[in-house]
């Protein structure tokens, strides 16, 4: 069994040090793996009345790849996972670079999850409207 832990991304906020001493204890308490949520923004309550997501846009979410590159620097032998990336917000080609070179700078640490997410307001902010199945608005 691998035992890891969720990094605290909405507790934890935008602290350097927070985040290296965070994960280096994590390391040195033998947990494998620490696993990052992706989120590219969060509702603004001004605009979506009623909105009773678990964050919002005062909600600190660090991406993934680039905490992940920071991480890298910072510890030996844990294991960087993603919880989701929200694949249809990004770019594939550029997923696939930034996961190779993840795990490059990892020695092979590295696991990626991908799926569509939850968040509909993610999606208006692309353009994108999420019931139609993610692709172009149809509105």
Not at 90 to 113: I, N, S, Y
């Amino acid at each position: 069994m691998r035992v890891g832990v969720v990094f605290p991304q909405t507790e934890i906020g935008a602290d350097v040090g927070a985040v290296r001493a965070y994960v280096q204890r994590v390391e040195e308490l033998g947990y494998r793996h620490v696993l990052a949520y992706d989120h590219v923004l969060g509702a603004d309550p001004a605009v979506h009345p009623g909105w009773r997501g678990p964050y919002d846009l005062t909600t600190t979410f660090h991406e993934p790849f680039v905490l992940f590159g920071y991480i890298a620097g910072v510890v030996t032998s844990l294991e960087l996972v993603t919880g989701i990336i929200i694949l249809p917000q990004r770019q594939t080609a550029l997923v696939a670079k930034q996961a190779a070179e993840v795990d490059l700078l990892t020695r092979g640490r590295f696991r990626l999850g991908v799926g569509l997410g939850w968040n509909a307001v993610e999606y208006e902010a692309l353009g994108q409207d999420f019931s139609a199945g993610c692709g172009p608005s149809r509105r």
